[in-house]
């Protein structure tokens, strides 16, 4: 049984959860499994993590703010502090012995985040599931199924028992993400060693709005495009699929 130790850090004027799961052998690379904006670590990123330790990798789960054990609601959630979330992990991660390198494996708003943060000489390579490209557009798209009230917009998906609160965020959110939209497509062009997927039937990061044709058309090689048929957001069906060719992947750069 893998070794478990929990922590917070503290981040964004919060405390957020971070959990390392350590392999049989130590030193080891370590591996981000960083959840979306409404997701969490049941099911497919749990399955995510327990297959890097079964591999040989430090597995590091964090809960981002207004997450699960992560101090604050989801209503307060900003991007600007999710990126900062991202970053302490990066920077907790290297101050840790027995890490050799740093992956990063990035789901959906998680994936965009990453690359808004750019690359780091110490994270060797990424695997990317379904991040949007068009940062504002694909967010704001939730604004128009959504109840508004005030100064929020409420959206059934965002009411789960991780995301504590009412289910809702500030109307403001979106307006934030406008000022990321080019740098993260700019960004893009900078990352390198990636591996990215998407499901031909995603519901959230839909395939005929472009998301995968500018992820391939504007990362630098060595790159590895992948698109699965069917599936959705979450690549149902094709979850093991999606987690062993990411492990490969990994495995060129951080062993």
Same mark, same amino acid.
Request: net charge positive; proline share 4%.
């Given at each position: 049984?893998?070794?478990i130790?929990?922590v917070?850090?503290?981040?964004?004027?919060?405390?957020i959860?971070v959990?390392l799961?350590?392999?049989?052998k130590?030193?080891?690379?370590?591996?981000?499994v960083?959840h979306g904006l409404?997701s969490y !670590?049941?099911g497919?990123l749990?399955? =995510?993590a327990?297959s890097?330790?079964?591999n &040989?990798?430090?597995?590091?789960?964090?809960? %981002?703010?207004?997450?699960?054990k992560?101090?604050?609601?989801?209503?307060e959630k900003?991007?600007?502090?999710m990126?900062?979330?991202y970053q302490?992990?990066?920077s907790?991660l290297?101050k840790?012995?027995k890490i050799?390198?740093i992956?990063v494996?990035g789901?959906?708003?998680?994936?965009?985040l990453a690359?808004?943060?750019?690359?780091?000489p110490?994270?060797?390579?990424?695997?990317?599931?379904?991040?949007?490209?068009? !940062?504002?557009?694909?967010?704001g798209k =939730?604004?128009q199924?959504a109840?508004?009230? &005030?100064k929020?917009f409420y959206?059934k998906s %965002?009411k789960r028992?991780?995301?504590k609160g009412?289910?809702?965020?500030?109307?403001?959110?979106?307006?934030?993400?406008k000022?990321y939209d080019?740098?993260?497509?700019d960004?893009t062009?900078?990352?390198?060693?990636?591996?990215?997927?998407?499901?031909?039937?995603d519901?959230?990061?839909l395939i005929n709005?472009g998301h995968?044709?500018?992820w391939?058309?504007?990362?630098?090689?060595?790159?590895k495009m992948?698109?699965v048929?069917?599936?959705n957001?979450?690549?149902?069906?094709?979850?093991?699929y999606?987690?062993n060719?990411?492990i490969?992947w990994l495995?060129?750069?951080?062993?």
């Amino acid at each position: 049984m893998s070794k478990i130790k929990k922590v917070f850090i503290q981040s964004a004027n919060k405390k957020i959860y971070v959990e390392l799961g350590y392999p049989k052998k130590i030193p080891a690379p370590a591996v981000v499994v960083a959840h979306g904006l409404r997701s969490y !670590y049941t099911g497919f990123l749990n399955m =995510f993590a327990k297959s890097l330790r079964e591999n &040989g990798y430090i597995s590091v789960k964090f809960h %981002f703010l207004g997450t699960g054990k992560s101090e604050g609601l989801f209503e307060e959630k900003s991007s600007s502090d999710m990126l900062q979330n991202y970053q302490d992990i990066i920077s907790f991660l290297k101050k840790q012995p027995k890490i050799s390198k740093i992956g990063v494996v990035g789901r959906s708003n998680a994936g965009s985040l990453a690359i808004l943060a750019g690359p780091d000489p110490s994270i060797k390579a990424y695997a990317f599931l379904a991040p949007p490209a068009y !940062y504002s557009k694909t967010v704001g798209k =939730f604004i128009q199924n959504a109840k508004v009230k &005030g100064k929020f917009f409420y959206h059934k998906s %965002f009411k789960r028992l991780h995301t504590k609160g009412e289910g809702r965020l500030p109307l403001n959110f979106v307006e934030e993400l406008k000022k990321y939209d080019q740098q993260l497509l700019d960004n893009t062009k900078k990352m390198k060693n990636v591996i990215l997927f998407q499901s031909t039937a995603d519901e959230t990061v839909l395939i005929n709005e472009g998301h995968f044709d500018y992820w391939k058309e504007n990362f630098p090689k060595p790159k590895k495009m992948v698109l699965v048929k069917g599936g959705n957001h979450s690549f149902k069906g094709h979850k093991k699929y999606v987690i062993n060719e990411s492990i490969k992947w990994l495995d060129r750069f951080l062993k």
